[in-house]
């Protein structure tokens, strides 16, 4: 059973425009979420996270939106570049154990 | 560079052979992660450290793997007797956590490919 899921496999959009990527979850124990950003043949970079206490998180040109009742959360990328195309993971932490991975939205951006 | 290291980054072994793999942390990292990803899936959990304390196995972690990780820094990675459903990228992570505490941010490296044939 995944805990952790990531419904769309993939995602393509025009550069400039906005790249929303969704992440659904099952337990209500998790308590701090992240974004991880992957090329191939690389290790996962980390990106961007958010702590259950709060509904949203700002870096830059991403932001990551979180709903625990309905237990989701987005990734939003404005504006999306070209170099923005990789996987994209959403993680969860349950109290400080080891982080749980849906997996993974592909991102294309097209100039 | 003072990232999460990993070697070798490629590793191809026939069937039945061991295959070790070695990870130095982010140096003041305490806790020490081994992944495993395959094609169209993300991380899957393996093990973690806490220290040299192995505190948490998957049950992904048949008892042809052993991890160790003697001195609470570097970590390895041992796969005895290969099988061909073992190739995947290995990948290892470190993070500054605490037991009970979230907020851990893990930090990966560049990840060990391995083929079995």
Not at chain 2, 45 to 65: H, I, M, V
Not at chain 2, 90 to 110: K, V
Request: net charge neutral.
């Amino acid at each position: 059973d995944q805990q952790v899921k990531q419904n769309s496999p993939s995602l393509s959009v025009q550069e400039g425009r906005i790249s929303i990527l969704n992440c659904d979850y099952t337990n209500s124990m998790f308590d701090y979420f992240l974004w991880y950003k992957k090329y191939p043949a690389e290790g996962p970079t980390f990106l961007i996270s958010i702590s259950s206490i709060k509904d949203k998180n700002e870096d830059g040109r991403f932001t990551v939106f979180l709903n625990k009742s309905a237990k989701h959360l987005s990734l939003h990328i404005v504006p999306s570049q070209p170099g923005d195309s990789a996987v994209y993971f959403c993680a969860a932490d349950q109290a400080g154990t080891a982080l749980i991975f849906g997996k993974g939205t592909t991102l294309s951006v097209s100039s | 560079d003072t990232g999460v290291s990993q070697d070798p980054r490629h590793k191809i072994t026939k069937r039945g052979q061991n295959v070790t793999f070695r990870c130095d942390p982010i140096s003041e990292h305490n806790r020490l992660y081994w992944y495993r990803q395959t094609l169209g899936q993300g991380p899957e959990f393996l093990t973690y450290f806490q220290n040299e304390a192995q505190l948490e196995k998957s049950r992904l972690l048949s008892d042809r793997f052993s991890a160790e990780r003697p001195k609470g820094s570097f970590s390895t990675l041992e796969i005895q007797r290969t099988e061909q459903g073992d190739s995947a990228m290995y990948l290892c992570a470190s993070s500054l956590g605490h037991q009970g505490r979230s907020g851990n941010t893990i930090y990966f490296g560049e990840g060990s490919w391995l083929t079995v044939v």
